[in-house]
């Protein structure tokens, strides 16, 4: 008898068993626990450094006293609220647990056994996760040189086992957006039956010159979903909430694979009061930007290239320095997301947390 710790308890899928552990962005306090530091600051995960708004923790907290309930599974109040703001009819829209959610949904839907999955790479670490689970594929077309996304190369790539493109624009982590030109002339080049993902979870930060494909690549193409988010522009990130809009058939397919009340009351509570205070919202990402363009003409003075960031964080490509960078950088308290052998990722803070950032990679690396 072969002793415990030499096999698994049961038999996870293989699929299971190969993959990694999900790791995220390290916290602060995991930090200075590491390096025996304090006043470590988190620029790792595209957070928003500010709280949630007075009036969403005020309806977070009136929302907590019918917890002894079950949330409405549809959340109708939030779809529909949705569909005005966006102007749609309330059949084209879909609520998830945070878009990772709805974006493991929509490998649970249209991805099998044998099955591939497309897309650019690097990007979002959750389409190889959802894609390996779901027992398919993942093909990864590399990024242009210049971060930019190679369209012909994907459009070439498309074989009759491809069922899903994901594309994160603006790409995390490199902050690069596709216009809807572009995603149209992908979406018009591929057949009709295979579904693409546009991942919109950095939308508020995107120059509205891209274009939007709610409103202009959707309604002539029912095989594309817009995924939005409110974890990032409304920094309601642990509360778990994001969206989808397509198709209505698309919708209800979408919707079967839902974990029942996977949206909790909290949740959708905090997505009403935030769509009722999208000015202030606004204002608060406007201020992301004014930053994130003052750290880019930072950086740009002390010789860096940058790609062109349309994110609330920027990409810097260090090729094989990157760990080494990122652990100098995270050695003084700023931690950051590595990306082996590639770059940094760098979410922008407060305007504190932006210079302690610049002053800290002046100190450790050069161009
Ligand atoms: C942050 C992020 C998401 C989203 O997250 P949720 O918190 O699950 O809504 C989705 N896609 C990309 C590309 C992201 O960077």
Same mark, same amino acid.
């Given at each position: 008898?072969?002793?415990?710790?030499?096999?698994?308890?049961?038999?996870?899928?293989?699929?299971?068993? &190969?993959?990694? /552990?999900?790791? *995220?962005?390290?916290?602060?306090? !995991?930090? $200075?626990?590491?390096?025996?530091?304090?006043?470590?600051?988190?620029?790792?995960?595209?957070?928003?450094?500010?709280?949630?708004?007075?009036?969403?923790? !005020?309806?977070?907290?009136?929302?907590?006293?019918?917890?002894?309930?079950?949330?409405?599974?549809?959340?109708? /109040?939030?779809?529909?609220?949705?569909?005005?703001?966006?102007?749609?009819?309330?059949?084209?829209?879909?609520?998830?647990?945070?878009?990772?959610?709805?974006?493991?949904?929509? /490998?649970?839907?249209?991805l099998d056994d044998g099955d591939?999955?497309?897309?650019?790479?690097?990007?979002? $670490?959750?389409?190889?996760?959802?894609?390996?689970?779901a027992g398919a594929e993942?093909?990864?077309?590399?990024?242009?040189? &210049?971060?930019?996304?190679?369209?012909?190369?994907?459009? &070439?790539?498309?074989?009759?086992?491809?069922?899903?493109?994901? @594309?994160?624009? *603006?790409?995390?982590?490199?902050?690069?957006?596709?216009?809807?030109?572009?995603?149209?002339?992908?979406?018009?080049?591929?057949?009709?039956?295979?579904?693409?993902?546009? &991942?919109?979870?950095?939308?508020?930060?995107?120059?509205?010159?891209?274009?939007?494909?709610?409103?202009?690549?959707?309604?002539?193409?029912?095989?594309? @979903?817009?995924?939005?988010?409110?974890?990032?522009?409304?920094?309601?990130?642990?509360?778990?909430?994001?969206?989808?809009?397509?198709?209505?058939?698309?919708?209800?397919?979408?919707?079967?694979?839902?974990?029942?009340?996977?949206?909790?009351?909290?949740? !959708?509570?905090?997505?009403? +009061?935030?769509?009722?205070?999208?000015?202030?919202?606004?204002?608060?990402?406007?201020?992301?930007?004014?930053?994130?363009?003052?750290?880019?003409?930072?950086?740009? +003075?002390?010789?860096?290239?940058?790609?062109?960031? !349309?994110?609330?964080?920027?990409?810097?490509?260090?090729?094989?320095?990157?760990?080494?960078?990122?652990?100098?950088?995270?050695?003084?308290?700023?931690?950051?997301?590595?990306?082996?052998?590639?770059?940094?990722?760098?979410?922008?803070?407060?305007?504190?947390?932006?210079?302690?950032?610049?002053?800290?990679?002046?100190?450790?690396?050069?161009?």
């Amino acid at each position: 008898m072969r002793a415990v710790s030499e096999q698994h308890i049961g038999r996870p899928r293989r699929v299971v068993a &190969d993959l990694p /552990a999900y790791r *995220p962005g390290k916290g602060a306090k !995991q930090a $200075e626990a590491e390096h025996g530091i304090e006043n470590a600051i988190k620029l790792a995960s595209n957070e928003n450094p500010s709280e949630p708004l007075d009036a969403i923790v !005020q309806a977070v907290c009136d929302a907590a006293r019918g917890l002894n309930r079950y949330a409405d599974h549809r959340a109708g /109040a939030v779809r529909q609220a949705l569909a005005t703001r966006l102007g749609v009819d309330v059949e084209r829209v879909t609520v998830g647990n945070g878009s990772v959610g709805l974006l493991q949904q929509v /490998a649970l839907t249209y991805l099998d056994d044998g099955d591939e999955a497309l897309y650019p790479w690097r990007s979002f $670490e959750a389409y190889p996760i959802y894609t390996a689970l779901a027992g398919a594929e993942s093909v990864q077309i590399p990024l242009a040189p &210049d971060l930019g996304f190679d369209i012909d190369r994907l459009i &070439d790539s498309v074989t009759p086992r491809t069922r899903v493109v994901f @594309l994160s624009t *603006p790409n995390n982590p490199t902050g690069v957006a596709m216009t809807t030109k572009e995603i149209t002339t992908l979406v018009e080049a591929i057949p009709g039956d295979v579904m693409v993902v546009v &991942d919109e979870a950095y939308r508020e930060f995107l120059d509205p010159g891209f274009g939007d494909p709610i409103t202009e690549v959707v309604p002539r193409h029912p095989n594309v @979903l817009v995924m939005r988010t409110f974890s990032k522009a409304h920094a309601l990130a642990g509360l778990r909430i994001g969206y989808a809009v397509g198709h209505p058939d698309v919708i209800t397919d979408v919707d079967k694979t839902l974990v029942p009340f996977a949206v909790n009351a909290l949740a !959708q509570a905090a997505a009403l +009061a935030a769509l009722e205070h999208e000015d202030v919202i606004a204002q608060q990402v406007q201020a992301i930007l004014a930053e994130r363009a003052r750290v880019e003409v930072e950086l740009a +003075a002390d010789g860096w290239e940058l790609p062109n960031h !349309q994110t609330n964080f920027v990409y810097l490509s260090l090729g094989a320095r990157a760990d080494d960078i990122a652990y100098e950088l995270e050695k003084r308290g700023v931690v950051i997301r590595p990306f082996s052998g590639e770059g940094i990722r760098v979410t922008i803070g407060t305007p504190e947390q932006n210079d302690r950032f610049l002053a800290t990679l002046h100190e450790v690396a050069r161009p």
